[in-house]
C-alpha cells in the first residue's frame, strides 16, 4: 500500500486569522529539510572512468498545505475532480563566478546552421523592418554567452542576432534604463493572496557574505513551496529562502545569466496557475506576470529567458503556446493579432502554408510592444512539455504531450522540422553542447537522438524501464566525436550513455549482435548539411518564395521504423532513489539529480578521472 | 439471482470494452452474413421490451432493482409506479443525494428506457443459441435502441455463459481478465461452431429449432472447434474476423545450450499476461515478458536433437499482431507460501499509443501503431474482493467512465488516474489497445487539442480557486446536451445514466452531463435516427442513413469547428463568470449544510446507522464537494456483501453491522490520516468477505 504520509494537524482556522490579525507568529506545522549523507555499494555509480559516489542527499521538506484549503484527502479513486497541475522538484542552478560554467573547448567547432549562413538575417524579408546591414558574420565563437550585459536592449550574441532585433519598439528608451531593473514588491511584506508567506534566513546577509564565490546557488519548487539554497554550504538545508504559495505551485523556473552578479538575481517561476512571477532573491522583490492568466491562463510547463537577453523570456503553456514575455511590461489582455496588421508576409505566408504547424499569433516585429506578451506563438493544441535552447541562439527544440519535437528557428518565427517519437508522448529535449544533436525522452522509454543539420534520427537509446523524464549532456565528458549524456526516469534509474558518430550499432535486425559502425549515412553529417544549406539558400534569396523554398526541407519527417534504426545501449543503469526521478544535471565536479519527492542527490564524479584538472571541487 | 449483482461489474466492464471495439461491434452485427430465414438484408429485427422510464423522479421504496430476475424486476418496478413518491426532503438515503454515484445510479434505472434481454434472437440469426448470439442479442439491442440512454439487464446472456462455465456459477468474486477471455473464446468457438454446422448441413434442410440441440452436444462441438481453431489454426471460411481482430501469435524460440539447435514453436493469443515491476512502464513489461529465460534444473528442455534434456534458452516473440491488443497486467500474485492471492500495487505507467518491441523479425508490420481506447480497472484491496469499472474512449463523445448503470463522461487524463500509486486502491487490470495510424493520431489530437485547452485553463483555475465544486465545474465547462435529446446515436451499452433531475434536488447540480465533443471522429454508430418509424423499415435503411448521417456530421464537425476557434476566448471569458456564479451558490448551500451537518454530527453517535449514512453523503455533496464520489469503492464492496443477505431493502441494510461499521469509520477517516481510512477501507472488506462465507455456509 501507497499511502501518503500523514498530514501534518493545524490549529483551527480561527486560531490562525486571529494570529494573523494580532500580527502573531503565524501557528503553523513547519517542515524542514533533511542533509543525510548515505555510504553503501547502493549509493555508488560504477562507469569507465570510475566510480561517481553520492555525496549527500538534500530532502526538501513538502510543505503541508495551505490553512485554507482543508487537507483533502479524497479516498474515492474514481472522483472526476480536476487535478492542479504539478511538477516534481526542478532546479536551477546558479554560480556566480564570471568562469563561464561549461567548458569551453566545445565550441572550437562550428555549429552547422549558423556557421553555414543559412539562417543568418542576411536572406531576411525586407519587410520585416530589419536592416540588413546588421548582420553579424559568424564567428567561430558561437556559444559565448559571457556577456557583460550592459546594454539595454536584447544583445546579439555571437553569430546570432538578438531575438527581436530591428524591432525599434522592443528598444527601451535610454532614460530608465537602471532604474527599474528590480521588480516591484517585496515579497516578506506582501499582502497578495497568492503568496502565502515568505521565510527568510535570519543570518542571510551574513552567509552571503561568507559563501565561497564560485559556489553553486539553488532554487528548488517543491508542491507549493519555493526554496534557496546554498548548495556550497556545510548548512545547506537551512534553506536561504523559502517563499509558500497559496495554491499555485511553481512548476518551471530559470535564472537569467546575463544579469546575475552578487547584488542581483532576475529570477522567473511558471506557475500551475499560469502566472508567472519573477522574483529578485537578493532584495526580496517580485514581480507578478500575466496575473489570473490574462494573456493565457493554462498552466505554464516550462520557462526560460531568452539567451543574451536581460528582459526577455519564453514560456511554454499548457494550451500549446509559447509565450515570450518582457519582465518590464504590463499585462494586457491578449488576442491573437492578425498576422495581416504587422505587415509581415512571411508570417502570413506561414499561416496559409502551416497554419496548424506555427501560427504566429504576434510577432516579435510587431509594431505594438507596449504591454505583454512581447510575442506568442501557437504551436499547436497539445501540451508543451518542455522547450531549450540551442547553444547557438537561433533554434528551440519544442517537445509535446502529442509525440513531437519541433525545431523552431525562433528569431524567424519560423518552424524548421517536426518529428515523432516512436509512441506517446515526449517529455524532455535538450541540445548537445555544439549544437548538432538533440536528445529527447519520452513516454516510449526511450531517449532519442536527433540530427537537427541531417533532420533525421541518429539512434534510439534503449535502457530505461519507464518513461525518461529528464535528458542532459555532459559537457565535461563530450568533445567533437564522443558525447556523453545521463537520462533520468520515472523507473528511478539514472542511466549513462556515451554515443559517438561513428561507432553506431546496427539494429538487430538487420544484422544480429554484429557489431561495427554504420554505413557512411552518419559519416560526413557536415558535407550534407551544407550542401543542403546551399541549395536552400539560394531557393531562400527570393523571399517571396520563402514558403515554396521549404519543400526543399520537409517538415514533417515521419517515424522511422524500428528495423532501420540504430540502437544504442546505456553504459550505466543504476536504480539512484526509491522515488521516480524528475530532473538531472551535470556541474564540473558532479551530477545532480532530483525526484518526484523532493530529494536532491549530489553524486561526485570519480576522484582521480581525466579531468579533475581544474579540481576546484565543492565543499563536501 | 443474487450473484447477478456480483457479476455485473466485472462483466459490465468487459462487455463495454468489447461493445466500443468498432471492429468487432461492426462484425458481430454483419455476422452471421445472411440467415437462412427470411430476413432480406440478414439484419433481424430485435423486438426489445423497453420499460418506459418513470418521469417524476419518484424513488424505489426498497433498494434498487438491479439483479433480479426479469419478472421480479417488473414486479418491483410495478410497486415502484405505484409507490409513493419520497418526499424530497435533503438525503435520507444515499441514492437520494444529487450527485452521489448512488443517486446517479438510481436514477438511471429510474430514468430508463430499460432493455430486458430475456428471451434470445438466435433462431433469427440461424444459429444456435450460445455466447455469441445473446452477445449479439446484447449489441444489436444498443444500437436499434435509439434513445441514447438507458440500462439494459443481460439476464439471458449471463444465463447462457453460467450455463457454459461452470466457474462462473458461484458468488464468488470474479476476475475480469478470466472473464473476458471465456467470453471471446467462446464467442470464437460459437463463430467456427457455426460456420462448420452450416457447411455440414449445407445439402440438408436447416434445422427448425436451434434449442432443441442438447446442451451437452453443443458444448461438444464447441470444444472441439476451441481445440481445432485454437490449436491447429485452421479456420472456417467467414469466420476470418474472429481471428483478425483479437487473436495474435507468439512464436517461443528455444535454444539448446547443448547443441545448439533452435526450435520454434507458435500459438495464438487472445490476451498477453505481462509481469508487473515496481515503477516500470507498459512497455518495459512486455519487454520483459520477451526476455530470455533460461529453461535448467527442474524445468529443462527436451532437445529433439540431443535426445533428452537439455539446458535451453527460450524466448517469446510476437510473431502476428493482433488488431485489438488485451494487455492483462498481473496485478494478482501468489503470496510466498501460495496460499492465497496478494494484489500488486506496483506503479505501472500506460502511455496513449503503443509499439510493441518484441516482436519477431519476419512480423508484418512490426511497427503497428496502437492506441489505448479501454482500461479496466480494479477498485479493492485483493483478489477476492473488489468491484470493476472501465473508461473507454468512445468514437463520438470521448472518454467515459462506466460504473454499473453509472456512465460519466471524463477527460483524458482522468485515464492516467490507474497507474496504481494513487490513493483508493484502484489500478488498472486490463489495457485494451486497439490498431491505428499515425494520421488518424495527428488527426485526434489535433481536434483533441481543444477539450484540451478547456482542460488545461481548467486546471489552472482549479489551482487558483475558483471552482471548488466537482459537479459545478463539470457542468460549466462542459456542453450540456440536455438527456432527453434524440442525437444520431445509439443508446450505450447497460449502464447509461441520466439520473432524471427531481425538480427539488437538481436545483443545483446536473449530475450527469453527457459530453459533446467539440470535435471528435466520424460517429460510427449514427444509424439510428431519432425519426426511425419501425424497426424493419430503419434496417433496411440503415445503411444509406448511415452514410447520410456520417456525411451530415462531417459538415456539422466543420461547421462547429470553425466556430469554436472562433468562440474560444469568448467562451472562455464566459465560463469563468458562469463558474463564479456557481461557485457563489455553491459557497451559500455548503454553509447551509456545514450548520446541519455539525448537528448530524453529534447525533451520530447514538442515532442508526441510516442517518450515519445520510450524514456522510450529505458531507460530500455539499461541504466537501470533491469528496462526492467517495467511498464508491467500500460501497460496493459491502452492498455486495448485503447481496447475501438476500436482502436489498433499507431494514436489511440498517440491522447490518458491517455496512454501520464501514460507513462510521469512513465518515470519521475524513478527519484521520490516510493511512487509517485505508485500514479501516480494508476493514470493511474483509467484513464483507466474512460475511458473505457465512451465508455460503448456509
Not at chain 1, 535564472?255 to 499560469?274: C, E, P, R
Not at chain 2, 430476475?69 to 443525494?97: I, L, T
Request: charge should be neutral; aromatic fraction near 8%.
Amino acid at each position: 500500500m501507497f499511502v501518503l504520509p500523514p498530514p501534518p494537524r493545524y490549529p483551527s482556522q480561527n486560531a490562525y486569522n486571529n494570529a494573523v490579525a494580532s500580527g502573531q507568529a503565524v501557528p503553523m506545522v513547519e517542515t524542514n529539510n533533511i542533509l543525510s549523507y548515505p555510504t553503501g555499494p547502493e549509493y555508488q555509480l560504477v562507469v569507465g572512468e570510475g566510480t561517481y559516489l553520492l555525496k549527500e542527499d538534500l530532502h526538501l521538506a513538502t510543505p503541508p498545505p495551505h490553512p485554507s484549503e482543508a487537507p483533502i484527502i479524497n479516498p474515492n479513486p474514481l472522483a472526476t475532480t480536476p487535478q492542479p497541475a504539478t511538477a516534481g522538484t526542478k532546479i536551477s542552478l546558479l554560480n556566480l563566478s564570471s568562469r563561464p560554467t561549461v567548458p569551453q573547448q566545445i565550441y572550437k567547432t562550428e555549429t552547422n546552421r549558423s556557421g553555414t549562413g543559412f539562417h543568418s538575417s542576411i536572406q531576411e524579408h525586407p519587410s520585416e523592418g530589419r536592416p540588413s546591414g546588421d548582420f553579424v558574420p559568424p564567428s567561430s565563437d558561437g556559444g559565448d554567452t559571457s556577456l557583460t550585459g550592459s546594454a539595454r536592449a536584447p544583445v546579439s550574441i555571437g553569430s546570432a542576432p538578438a531575438f527581436g532585433e530591428g524591432n525599434a519598439m522592443l528598444v527601451a528608451t535610454g532614460k530608465d534604463a537602471g532604474k527599474r531593473r528590480k521588480p516591484k514588491n517585496n515579497i516578506a511584506k506582501s499582502n497578495s493572496s497568492f503568496i502565502s508567506r515568505c521565510i527568510v534566513h535570519e543570518n542571510l546577509t551574513r552567509r552571503l557574505q561568507e559563501r565561497p564565490a564560485d559556489g553553486y546557488f539553488a532554487f528548488a519548487n517543491i508542491n507549493r513551496a519555493f526554496q534557496w539554497i546554498d548548495m556550497s554550504s556545510p548548512q545547506k538545508q537551512e534553506h536561504l529562502t523559502k517563499i509558500l504559495f497559496t495554491k499555485g505551485h511553481c512548476l518551471c523556473h530559470d535564472i537569467n545569466q546575463v544579469t546575475k552578479s552578487q547584488t542581483h538575481i532576475d529570477l522567473i517561476m511558471g506557475f500551475s496557475t499560469g502566472e508567472i512571477i519573477w522574483y529578485d532573491p537578493i532584495s526580496q522583490k517580485y514581480t507578478r506576470l500575466n496575473k489570473n492568466g490574462i494573456i493565457n491562463a493554462t498552466p505554464v510547463s516550462e520557462i526560460r529567458w531568452i539567451p543574451g537577453s536581460e528582459n526577455l523570456f519564453l514560456a511554454a503553456h499548457m494550451d500549446g503556446s509559447l509565450v515570450v514575455y518582457d519582465k518590464e511590461k504590463e499585462d494586457a489582455a491578449f488576442s491573437p493579432e492578425e498576422a495581416v496588421t504587422n505587415g509581415n508576409s512571411d508570417t502570413s505566408n506561414g499561416n496559409t502554408e502551416h497554419s496548424a504547424k506555427l501560427h504566429v499569433d504576434k510577432s516579435v516585429h510587431s509594431k505594438n510592444q507596449k504591454f505583454n506578451p512581447v510575442s506568442c506563438w501557437k504551436l499547436s493544441n497539445q501540451r508543451i512539455n518542455a522547450f531549450a535552447f540551442s547553444p547557438d541562439n537561433r533554434h528551440i527544440a519544442v517537445v509535446s504531450e502529442d509525440g513531437t519535437l519541433r525545431i523552431i528557428d525562433y528569431l524567424k518565427e519560423q518552424l524548421l522540422d517536426i518529428f515523432s517519437s516512436y509512441y506517446g508522448g515526449f517529455i524532455s529535449v535538450c541540445w548537445s553542447p555544439d549544437g548538432k544533436y538533440v536528445l529527447t525522452g519520452g513516454q516510449d522509454d526511450l531517449v532519442s537522438i536527433w540530427s537537427v543539420a541531417e533532420s533525421t534520427i541518429v539512434a534510439r537509446c534503449q535502457g530505461h524501464q519507464s518513461w525518461v523524464t529528464a535528458v542532459c549532456f555532459d559537457p565535461w565528458r563530450c568533445d567533437d566525436r564522443n558525447y556523453r549524456f545521463g537520462s533520468v526516469g520515472e523507473d528511478c534509474r539514472l542511466l549513462l550513455w556515451d554515443f559517438s558518430v561513428g561507432m553506431l550499432h546496427r539494429p538487430k535486425a538487420l544484422s544480429a549482435r554484429q557489431r561495427g559502425s554504420v554505413s557512411s549515412r552518419f559519416a560526413n553529417p557536415l558535407q550534407r548539411a551544407e550542401t543542403q544549406n546551399t541549395t536552400s539558400s539560394r531557393l531562400r534569396s527570393n523571399s517571396s518564395l520563402s514558403a515554396e523554398g521549404e519543400e526543399e526541407h520537409t517538415i514533417e519527417h515521419p517515424v522511422e521504423p524500428r528495423a532501420t534504426t540504430a540502437m544504442l545501449p546505456p553504459v550505466m543503469s543504476k536504480m539512484i532513489d526509491p522515488h521516480p526521478l524528475c530532473w538531472l544535471e551535470f556541474t564540473e565536479d558532479s551530477i545532480i539529480t532530483s525526484c518526484k519527492s523532493g530529494h536532491i542527490r549530489t553524486w561526485g564524479r570519480p576522484r582521480d578521472g581525466a579531468n579533475e584538472s581544474e579540481g576546484a571541487s565543492l565543499s563536501a | 439471482m443474487l450473484y447477478i449483482l456480483i457479476v455485473i461489474s466485472y462483466c459490465n466492464s468487459v462487455f463495454q470494452a468489447l461493445y466500443y471495439s468498432v471492429p468487432f461491434r461492426e462484425n458481430v452485427v454483419k455476422y452471421p452474413p445472411h440467415s437462412p430465414y427470411d430476413t432480406p438484408n440478414g439484419q433481424p429485427s430485435i423486438v426489445t421490451p423497453i420499460r418506459a422510464p418513470i418521469q417524476n423522479g419518484a424513488a424505489i421504496p426498497a433498494g434498487k432493482a438491479k439483479g433480479i430476475s426479469a419478472a421480479e424486476a417488473m414486479k418491483r418496478r410495478a410497486a415502484v409506479n405505484a409507490g409513493q413518491p419520497v418526499p424530497a426532503a435533503p438525503g435520507q438515503r444515499p441514492e437520494d443525494k444529487p450527485d452521489s454515484p448512488e443517486y446517479k445510479k438510481k436514477h438511471a434505472m429510474l430514468a430508463g428506457p430499460i432493455l430486458e434481454l430475456t428471451y434470445e434472437n438466435a433462431a433469427s440469426y440461424g444459429m444456435e443459441e450460445s455466447t455469441f448470439t445473446a452477445l449479439k442479442d446484447i449489441f444489436m439491442a444498443l444500437i436499434a435502441n435509439s434513445s441514447r440512454i438507458g440500462v439494459l439487464s443481460p439476464q439471458r446472456f449471463l444465463e447462457i455463459f453460467k450455463r457454459d462455465n461452470e466457474m462462473f456459477r458461484t458468488s464468488m468474486h470474479q476476475d475480469a481478465h478470466e472473464f473476458y477471455g471465456l467470453v471471446l473464446n467462446a464467442i470464437i468457438s460459437n463463430v467456427e461452431a457455426n460456420a462448420q454446422r452450416l457447411k455440414e448441413l449445407d445439402s440438408m434442410a436447416p434445422p427448425r429449432n436451434d434449442e432443441s440441440l442438447a446442451p451437452s452436444m453443443n458444448s461438444a462441438v464447441k470444444s472441439a472447434a476451441t481445440t481445432m481453431d485454437l490449436h491447429s489454426g485452421t479456420r472456417s471460411p467467414g469466420t476470418g474476423w474472429v481471428h483478425d481482430i483479437f487473436e495474435g501469435v507468439l512464436t517461443s524460440e528455444t535454444k539448446c545450450l547443448t547443441c545448439e539447435t533452435a526450435s520454434q514453436r507458435d500459438e495464438t493469443f487472445l490476451d498477453l499476461s505481462i509481469d508487473l515491476e515496481e515503477h516500470s512502464s507498459v512497455t518495459s513489461c512486455l519487454r520483459k515478458f520477451s526476455a530470455e529465460e533460461m529453461l535448467c534444473e527442474r524445468n529443462k528442455f527436451h532437445c529433439d536433437n540431443c535426445g533428452g534434456l537439455q539446458e535451453a534458452e527460450k524466448r517469446m516473440k510476437i510473431k502476428r499482431l493482433p488488431k485489438i491488443l488485451a494487455l492483462h497486467l498481473k496485478r494478482f500474485k501468489y503470496t510466498e507460501d501460495m496460499t492465497r492471492l496478494q494484489k500488486l500495487f506496483h506503479r505501472v505507467v500506460y502511455p496513449y499509443h503503443l509499439r510493441m518491441f518484441n516482436t519477431t523479425g519476419d512480423a508484418e508490420d512490426p511497427d503497428r501503431l496502437y492506441e489505448l481506447y479501454a482500461v479496466v480497472v480494479h477498485i479493492g484491496g485483493n483478489a477476492y474482493h473488489g468491484h470493476y469499472v472501465s473508461v473507454i474512449k468512445t468514437q463520438d463523445r470521448g472518454w467515459l467512465l462506466f460504473d454499473d448503470e453509472m456512465v460519466e463522461p471524463v477527460d483524458k487524463h482522468y485515464v492516467r488516474n490507474f497507474f496504481g500509486d494513487k490513493p483508493g486502491m484502484a489500478c488498472a487490470y486490463v489495457l485494451f489497445y486497439q490498431e491505428t495510424t499515425v494520421e488518424a493520431m495527428r488527426k485526434e489530437q489535433e481536434a483533441e487539442g481543444l477539450a484540451e485547452v478547456t482542460l488545461a485553463s481548467q486546471e489552472a483555475e482549479f489551482s487558483l480557486g475558483r471552482s471548488p465544486t466537482n459537479g459545478i465545474s463539470r457542468q460549466a465547462t462542459s456542453p450540456v446536451t440536455p438527456i432527453e435529446e434524440n442525437l444520431e446515436y445509439a443508446s450505450l451499452n447497460h449502464a447509461i445514466t441520466a439520473p432524471l433531475p427531481s425538480p427539488s434536488t437538481a436545483t443545483s447540480t446536473i449530475p450527469f452531463t453527457p459530453i459533446v465533443p467539440a470535435a471528435t471522429q466520424v460517429p460510427i454508430l449514427d444509424a439510428a435516427k431519432p425519426k426511425s418509424k419501425h424497426d424493419k423499415e430503419r434496417e433496411r435503411r440503415e445503411l444509406k442513413e448511415a452514410e447520410k448521417a456520417r456525411k451530415h456530421s462531417e459538415k456539422e464537425k466543420a461547421k462547429a469547428e470553425e466556430q469554436k476557434r472562433k468562440e474560444v476566448m469568448l467562451s472562455r471569458r464566459e465560463t469563468h463568470k458562469t463558474q463564479e456564479e456557481e461557485t457563489k451558490r455553491a459557497m451559500a448551500l455548503s454553509k447551509q449544510s456545514a450548520a446541519e451537518e455539525e448537528e448530524k454530527r453529534k447525533a451520530r453517535d447514538s442515532t442508526s446507522n441510516g442517518a450515519v449514512k445520510e450524514n456522510g453523503h450529505h458531507e460530500k455533496t455539499f461541504s466537501i464537494p470533491t469528496l462526492n464520489r467517495s467511498h464508491k469503492g467500500s460501497k460496493s464492496m459491502s452492498r455486495k456483501s448485503f447481496g447475501f443477505l438476500g436482502g436489498r431493502n433499507g431494514e436489511s441494510k440498517g440491522s447490518s453491522v458491517g455496512d454501520d461499521t464501514s460507513t462510521a469509520t469512513e465518515g470519521e477517516s475524513m478527519l484521520q490520516t490516510p493511512e487509517k481510512h485505508s485500514k479501516k477501507e480494508r476493514f470493511s472488506f474483509s467484513l464483507g468477505r466474512k460475511k458473505s462465507a457465512n451465508i455460503l455456509g448456509l
